[in-house]
C-alpha cells in the first residue's frame, strides 16, 4: 500500500500540460525532493491517525461508564402498564360506566331508582393523571320535596320513606286529623339545645308559622316552639326499618349513625365495616408474633409446637404449621401421632346464618407418587361440641360446618382431624387447630 500511495503522488507532481493540441511534458522534481514531500505527507497522515485513535479512545471509555452506570440503576419494569388515574368505585345505590383508566378515557356514573346524583355524572383522566371533576354519590330523592304533611306537621327522611310528625292537636299520616294528645314521646323536651323559635309570616291577615327540617311544632298558637324530632327514638317505636346499623345517635334536627371501637362507617353514612388493624400496620405486634385481624380488634399470636414425649418430637416449619420429626421403625405410637399440626385464626359476627362452612380441610400428593384411596375427617378436640359438624365434601376435601348459631363476644377452639389409608391400612394423620373469636355484632 505505501509503494502504491508514492506512486500516485509521482503521478499527481509529474503531470502533462496539454497547450495548443501538443503534449508537453512538465518538469518533475528531483528524487531528494519528491522524498521530502513524501515524508511531510507522511507525518501528517500519521498525526492524523494518532488523533482519531484517541479520539476513539475517549469516546470508547466514556460508552464503558456510561453502560456501567446504567448498569447500577434499577431495572424498569418492562410490563408497566402505562400511565392510568387512580381507580374510582361504583357510588352507593349506583353504577360506574368504563373500567378503563388510561388518560383521555371517561368513566361514566347513574344512580339507581329513587336517587339522584350529586357530583360529576362524567370524569375524564388527565395527563397528569387525574380525574377531572369531583367525586359522585347518590343520594336519597328527598320525599319531603313535595311538603307531604299538613296543619304544620313536619317531614322526617327516613331509609326510602318518610314520615309526618304532626304539631300539637293533628294526627294521621298528614296531619290530616285534629285530635287533642300528650306531647309525643319522640319529642325532645327540657332541653334549650333541641329547640328553635319557629319562623312566622303575616299571611292575608293571619299568622303562619313553620319550623325548620326535623322539628315540629310545640305549644300554643301565641306561644309556639320548634321542638327536635328524635328521628331514632320515631322509627324504633314504628319496628320499621333501622335508620342505623349499630347505633343512631340523635342531634338537634337531625341524626347521625355511629359504629362500635374497631368498626368505621361507610359510605352510606349507616352501615359498619371492621377496620382491618393488621393491613393498615394500626397493630403493636411485637416482633416474632403475627397479627391476625378479628371483628373489633386483632390478636398478636405465636403458635408453638407440642413438647416432646416419648419418640414424638416437632419442629415449626412456618408461622403456623408443625411438622413431626421422622419416627424410628418400631415405634407405633410416633408413626399414630399427627404427621402435621397447623393453626387457624376465624373471626365470625354474632347470629351468622346456619349452615355456614368455616374451614376446608384437603389432601394433595407429591408428584409421581399416587395418593391416598381414602380419607376420613373427624373434631377429636375443642370445647365447642355440638356446634360444629365436620363433613366430606368431595374425594380429598372435608368441611367444618357451623351448625348452630353463636351469640358474641365468645372465644372457640376445636381440633380437627383428617386421616389417610391406603388399602385400608392407616398411613398419616394430619391435625387442624381451630380458633374462633365471635363478635357481639352481626355484622
Same mark, same amino acid.
Given at each position: 500500500?505505501?509503494?502504491?500511495?508514492?506512486?500516485?503522488?509521482?503521478?499527481?507532481?509529474?503531470?502533462?500540460?496539454?497547450?495548443?493540441?501538443?503534449?508537453?511534458?512538465?518538469?518533475?522534481?528531483?528524487?531528494?525532493?519528491?522524498?521530502?514531500?513524501?515524508?511531510?505527507? #507522511? %507525518?501528517?497522515?500519521?498525526?492524523?491517525?494518532?488523533?482519531?485513535?484517541?479520539?476513539?479512545?475517549?469516546?470508547?471509555?466514556?460508552?464503558? /461508564?456510561?453502560?456501567?452506570?446504567?448498569?447500577?440503576?434499577?431495572?424498569?419494569?418492562?410490563?408497566?402498564? =402505562?400511565?392510568? @388515574?387512580?381507580?374510582?368505585?361504583?357510588?352507593?345505590?349506583?353504577? %360506574?360506566?368504563?373500567?378503563?383508566?388510561?388518560?383521555?378515557?371517561?368513566?361514566?356514573?347513574?344512580?339507581?331508582?329513587?336517587?339522584?346524583?350529586?357530583?360529576?355524572?362524567?370524569?375524564?383522566?388527565?395527563?397528569?393523571?387525574?380525574?377531572?371533576?369531583?367525586?359522585?354519590?347518590? %343520594?336519597?330523592?328527598? #320525599?319531603?320535596?313535595?311538603?307531604?304533611?299538613?296543619?304544620?306537621?313536619?317531614?322526617? #327522611?327516613?331509609?326510602?320513606?318518610?314520615?309526618?310528625?304532626?304539631?300539637?292537636?293533628?294526627?294521621?299520616?298528614?296531619?290530616?286529623?285534629? /285530635?287533642?294528645?300528650? =306531647?309525643?314521646?319522640?319529642?325532645?323536651?327540657?332541653?334549650?339545645?333541641?329547640?328553635?323559635?319557629?319562623?312566622?309570616?303575616?299571611?292575608?291577615?293571619?299568622?303562619?308559622?313553620?319550623?325548620?327540617?326535623?322539628?315540629?311544632?310545640?305549644?300554643?298558637?301565641?306561644?309556639?316552639? @320548634?321542638?327536635?324530632?328524635?328521628?331514632?327514638?320515631?322509627?324504633?317505636?314504628?319496628?320499621?326499618?333501622?335508620?342505623?346499623?349499630? !347505633?343512631?345517635?340523635?342531634?338537634?334536627?337531625?341524626?347521625?349513625?355511629?359504629?362500635?371501637?374497631?368498626?368505621?362507617?361507610?359510605?352510606?353514612?349507616?352501615?359498619? !365495616?371492621?377496620?382491618?388493624?393488621?393491613?393498615?400496620?394500626?397493630?403493636?405486634?411485637?416482633?416474632?408474633?403475627?397479627?391476625?385481624?378479628?371483628?373489633?380488634?386483632?390478636?398478636?399470636?405465636?403458635?408453638?409446637?407440642?413438647?416432646?414425649?416419648?419418640?414424638?418430637?416437632?419442629? %415449626? /416449619?412456618?408461622?403456623?404449621?408443625?411438622?413431626?420429626?421422622?419416627?424410628?421403625?418400631?415405634?407405633?405410637?410416633?408413626?399414630?401421632?399427627?404427621?402435621?399440626?397447623?393453626?387457624?385464626?376465624?373471626?365470625?359476627?354474632?347470629?351468622?346464618?346456619? =349452615?355456614? /362452612?368455616?374451614?376446608?380441610?384437603?389432601?394433595?400428593?407429591?408428584?409421581?407418587?399416587?395418593?391416598?384411596?381414602?380419607?376420613?375427617?373427624?373434631?377429636?378436640?375443642?370445647?365447642?361440641?355440638?356446634?360444629?359438624?365436620?363433613?366430606?365434601?368431595?374425594?380429598?376435601?372435608?368441611?367444618?360446618?357451623?351448625?348452630?348459631?353463636?351469640?358474641?363476644?365468645?372465644?372457640?377452639?376445636?381440633?380437627?382431624?383428617?386421616?389417610?389409608?391406603?388399602?385400608?391400612?392407616?398411613?398419616?394423620?394430619?391435625?387442624?387447630?381451630?380458633?374462633?373469636?365471635?363478635?357481639?355484632?352481626?355484622?
Amino acid at each position: 500500500m505505501a509503494l502504491s500511495f508514492r506512486r500516485r503522488c509521482l503521478l499527481l507532481l509529474c503531470l502533462t500540460a496539454i497547450q495548443g493540441g501538443h503534449a508537453s511534458v512538465q518538469t518533475c522534481m528531483d528524487k531528494h525532493q519528491v522524498v521530502g514531500v513524501l515524508r511531510q505527507m #507522511e %507525518k501528517f497522515l500519521k498525526g492524523q491517525e494518532m488523533r482519531f485513535t484517541e479520539g476513539l479512545r475517549i469516546m470508547k471509555s466514556k460508552l464503558a /461508564t456510561l453502560q456501567n452506570s446504567v448498569s447500577k440503576l434499577p431495572q424498569a419494569d418492562q410490563t408497566a402498564a =402505562p400511565t392510568t @388515574c387512580p381507580s374510582l368505585e361504583a357510588p352507593a345505590h349506583g353504577t %360506574k360506566l368504563g373500567s378503563k383508566y388510561f388518560v383521555g378515557h371517561e368513566v361514566h356514573f347513574t344512580c339507581s331508582q329513587g336517587y339522584r346524583l350529586v357530583g360529576s355524572a362524567t370524569r375524564a383522566c388527565r395527563d397528569n393523571d387525574t380525574w377531572t371533576g369531583i367525586s359522585a354519590i347518590c %343520594k336519597d330523592i328527598s #320525599e319531603c320535596e313535595s311538603n307531604p304533611c299538613q296543619n304544620g306537621g313536619t317531614c322526617v #327522611e327516613g331509609v326510602n320513606q318518610y314520615k309526618c310528625i304532626c304539631a300539637q292537636n293533628w294526627s294521621g299520616s298528614h296531619c290530616q286529623h285534629q /285530635t287533642q294528645t300528650a =306531647p309525643p314521646e319522640w319529642s325532645v323536651m327540657n332541653d334549650p339545645a333541641f329547640s328553635r323559635r319557629p319562623r312566622c309570616a303575616q299571611v292575608n291577615q293571619a299568622q303562619h308559622c313553620s319550623c325548620d327540617a326535623g322539628f315540629h311544632m310545640s305549644g300554643t298558637s301565641d306561644n309556639s316552639i @320548634c321542638q327536635d324530632v328524635n328521628e331514632c327514638e320515631v322509627y324504633r317505636l314504628d319496628q320499621g326499618g333501622k335508620l342505623c346499623v349499630h !347505633e343512631c345517635v340523635n342531634v338537634p334536627g337531625s341524626y347521625r349513625c355511629s359504629c362500635p371501637s374497631g368498626y368505621k362507617l361507610l359510605a352510606d353514612r349507616r352501615s359498619c !365495616e371492621d377496620v382491618d388493624e393488621c393491613l393498615s400496620q394500626q397493630h403493636n405486634c411485637s416482633r416474632g408474633t403475627t397479627c391476625i385481624n378479628m371483628g373489633g380488634g386483632f390478636q398478636c399470636v405465636n403458635p408453638e409446637c407440642s413438647r416432646s414425649h416419648g419418640n414424638i418430637s416437632y419442629v %415449626k /416449619t412456618s408461622p403456623f404449621q408443625c411438622e413431626r420429626n421422622p419416627c424410628p421403625m418400631d415405634s407405633r405410637s410416633c408413626h399414630l401421632a399427627p404427621k402435621t399440626v397447623s393453626f387457624h385464626y376465624l373471626s365470625l359476627s354474632s347470629n351468622l346464618q346456619t =349452615p355456614a /362452612t368455616l374451614f376446608r380441610m384437603a389432601t394433595a400428593s407429591a408428584p409421581g407418587r399416587t395418593g391416598p384411596d381414602s380419607l376420613r375427617f373427624g373434631i377429636v378436640g375443642g370445647n365447642s361440641r355440638g356446634i360444629f359438624a365436620m363433613q366430606r365434601s368431595d374425594r380429598q376435601t372435608g368441611e367444618l360446618i357451623l351448625v348452630q348459631q353463636l351469640r358474641g363476644p365468645q372465644e372457640i377452639s376445636i381440633d380437627v382431624d383428617m386421616s389417610e389409608y391406603s388399602d385400608r391400612t392407616f398411613q398419616a394423620k394430619h391435625v387442624a387447630k381451630v380458633n374462633i373469636l365471635v363478635s357481639p355484632y352481626n355484622f
